[in-house]
């Protein structure tokens, strides 16, 4: 299954980087739910991945997601990434700073017949507030 996972999680990032919603529907079943720290709800289904992307697209329009490091295990992966961008938006309130990011994010993935079925998603969003300066760096 590593080999298998790791295919599917590049596929996964091109998904992310791209928004490409045919691959959106290859990946992710229907009735996914994608679980992001900014609302309590879910959101659901390919077009759920979809949105969250544009959230960070609306700040950060050339963001893309690095795949760091896998960990597949059964039907759970773990996925760290980098995402990387220029803060040419306002993101969360916060105006374009121009400034670059690179902020780690921590995700883990349930998995059904070759299908996400599951995630939760824990970006370093405090890092990259930092990063954009809306949060003081601790001295």
């Known amino acids: 299954m590593s080999d298998l996972g790791n295919t599917f999680m590049r596929r996964f990032v091109q998904f992310i980087n791209t928004a490409d919603e045919k691959l959106g529907e290859e990946l992710i079943a229907p009735n996914a739910e994608f ?3 900014y609302q309590s709800e879910p959101l659901v289904g390919p077009s759920g991945w979809l949105a969250a992307v544009e959230v960070m697209r609306g700040g950060f329009p050339d963001v893309q997601w690095t795949l760091e490091e896998l960990v597949v295990e059964g039907e759970k992966i773990a996925a760290r990434y980098t995402m990387r961008g220029t803060h040419e938006g306002t993101f969360f309130g916060v105006p374009a700073t121009g400034r670059q990011i690179a902020v780690q994010t921590m995700n883990f993935y349930d998995m059904a017949n ?24 601790p001295s």
């Open 114 to 137: 070759g299908k996400i079925v599951g995630e939760r998603g824990q970006p370093d969003l405090l890092g990259l507030m930092q990063q954009i300066g809306a949060v003081p760096e």
């Open 35 to 37: 679980y992001v720290p």
